[in-house]
């Protein structure tokens, strides 16, 4: 196993575009690093710079404490799982995970032991003799996996293999590879646009943006403490709610009302005008639930839900609003880099599948202030968290937390 060290890397092609922007990144040894973000990001590109695929422009990449920026793919012991499978059709399965063993002429027997052992892992013994064309998807990604394996690589790498597979199977393989890697403890780094893949995936998840990181934390942290409008637009689904605000004092203005703010937050954004709101569907309740139970009216508003949707164990409902000019400009450029459909005004709001709410009803709601962020419409900035707490390392599965 070995430690990944990116140390402000650039890309840029031959018309200057740089696809990847001065990224810095520390994976440690034996750490699931997720590359999330969408299409164009520059997280493909990172990655093959990593395996040797694509020229670093400026900046440096450290497997271990060795610089590989000139070394060539077959040198950096590495093993890579596409997103097509890349597997040879004519080749039973067996004869698949064997091929880059015998590329390098290792004995029969080593051979054999390798791709029993991967095959028992990967729960394909059964399959061995048969050839990918027999297989499901699911199947074949587990092949392309074991043919990773058998190599003994010092670090795996992802790019997006689930992408082919229907929902179902992504969530299983989904399963398959955190638990093979916490068995294996290898250092991997794993490529996705799909942001359910990250948080359920990664140990930490980069977010990228245009070549440029935006976050660099854990699931949880990234969640809980987004450090700007992308991150928290992209991260978690349905994403969070933006609101158009402006504050006086604790009192924040909101379309439904107003709220008074925990002294922290109004302390953080004193002085400001207009803000962007920011709260997630499931920070909101009926205030006549348990879980507004005992709370002051200052915090609740009354509004007219336009739809809602019914799916059994929760209830979402649909609050029309108005946004001035300035923030809804700044919601349309947030929704184009995050590859979402046009952020409409309206709140969305995660409700208990007990709810009674219906169309067209008024209901009374709670929201939880605690959870509420606040964000510059200028900058785009968090501005009710602390950034140089933002991106903290979690423990990795026994590995050294990297500094």
């Known amino acids: 196993m070995a430690s990944i060290s990116m140390r402000n890397i650039v890309k840029k092609y031959g018309d200057g575009f740089p696809a990847v922007n001065d990224v810095t990144i520390e994976v440690a040894d034996g750490e699931f690093m997720i ?20 020229d670093i422009t400026s900046g440096d990449m450290l497997i271990g404490d060795r610089r590989v920026n000139d070394v060539p793919p077959r040198d950096r012991n590495l093993a890579m799982v596409f997103q097509n499978y890349a597997l040879y059709p004519h080749l039973t399965v067996y004869e698949n995970i064997a ?18 052992a991967a095959s028992e892992t990967l729960e394909l013994n059964e399959h ?24 003994e690589a010092d670090v795996f790498l992802f790019d997006e293999p689930l992408s082919n597979l229907d929902a179902k199977l992504r969530g299983q393989m989904r399963t398959e590879i955190s638990r ?35 976050q660099l934390a854990s699931p949880r942290e990234l969640y809980d403490n987004p ?44 002085g400001k005008s207009l803000l962007i709101a920011g709260l997630r569907p499931e920070h909101f309740a009926e205030a006549s639930s348990p879980r507004a139970h005992n709370v002051s009216d200052a915090n609740t508003f009354e509004a007219d839900v336009d739809v809602v949707e019914w799916l059994g ?22 929704a184009k880099d995050t590859d979402s459909e046009s952020m409409r005004t309206q709140l969305v ?16 709601i709670w929201i939880d202030v605690d959870k509420i962020h606040l964000f510059d419409p200028e ?3 968090n501005l009710t968290i602390d950034l140089d707490n933002a991106g903290h390392v979690p423990a990795i599965h026994g590995a050294a937390t990297p500094a």
Do not use: W
Not at 319 to 328: D, G, N, R, S, Y
């Open 35 to 54: 590359l999330v973000g969408p299409s164009g990001c520059g997280k493909s590109t990172l990655l093959r710079m990593i395996v040797g695929l694509e």
């Open 99 to 116: 091929f880059p063993l015998r590329l390098a002429k290792m004995p029969e027997a080593e051979i054999d032991r390798r791709v029993r």
């Open 128 to 151: 061995l003799e048969r050839k990918p064309g027999n297989l499901s998807g699911g199947q074949r990604q587990r092949v392309a996996m074991g043919r990773a394996i058998v190599r």
């Open 180 to 214: 093979l890697q916490k068995r294996m403890g290898i250092t991997t780094v794993y490529v996705t646009h799909d942001q359910v893949e990250a948080m359920t995936l990664g140990d930490r998840v980069a977010v990228m943006k245009r070549g440029v990181l935006q």
């Open 227 to 270: 450090s700007n409008l992308f991150v928290a637009g992209f991260i978690g689904s349905p994403p969070m709610n933006f609101l158009p605000a402006t504050v006086s004092g604790s009192t924040l203005q909101l379309p439904f009302g107003s709220i008074e703010l925990p002294p922290a937050k109004a302390e953080k954004v004193a």
């Open 313 to 334: 164990n929760e209830t979402y409902a649909y609050i029309p609003f108005e946004a001035p000019a300035a923030v809804a400009e700044r919601l349309e450029e947030v």
């Open 349 to 364: 709001i995660t409700l208990s599948g007990e709810s009674r709410i219906a169309d067209g009803d008024k209901v009374k």
């Open 379 to 381: 900058t785009s900035d």
